[in-house]
């Protein structure tokens, strides 16, 4: 049973930083692309950063320079630094995973290529 628990969420001010985790069980973990994505309410969910099964990095314009992922195969343990935090970054951010035959996925910043999702985690940026 795949399961993704994300943790380290909280409120911080406009140019602190957070490090976000995601535990991984159930499935290989080192094989999959995986990545980051926030939903701030009334908004759609979008992609932040993902690792790819090529260890490849996508980030999204508006992270890019400021977050970095990562991820430690022996701890099964995905990562997002983020760095210069914004109000704007306030939202729910979630890990996911696309487990699947192709494991390259051609773009990994679409929520709808991804097929496991955890509960998510808060972030809160005050100015």
């Known amino acids: 049973q795949v399961q993704l628990v994300e943790s380290g969420g909280g409120s911080v001010q406009s140019g602190g930083s957070l490090r976000l985790s995601c535990a991984a069980s159930g499935y290989t973990y080192s094989s999959y692309c995986m990545g980051w994505f926030r939903q701030a309410p009334g908004k759609e969910r979008e992609g932040v950063a993902a690792l790819n099964s090529d260890d490849s990095t996508s980030y999204s314009d508006s992270v890019k320079g400021r977050f970095t992922i990562s991820r430690d195969n022996a701890k099964n343990t995905l990562y997002l630094q983020m760095n210069s935090l914004k109000p704007e970054d306030t939202a729910m951010y979630y890990c996911?995973?696309?487990?699947?035959?192709?494991?390259?996925?051609?773009?990994?910043?679409?929520?709808?290529?991804?097929?496991?999702w955890g509960q998510g985690t808060q972030v809160t940026v005050s100015s």
């Open positions: 996911a995973a696309a487990i699947r035959e192709v494991v390259l996925v051609t773009t990994p910043l679409d929520p709808r290529e991804y097929n496991y």
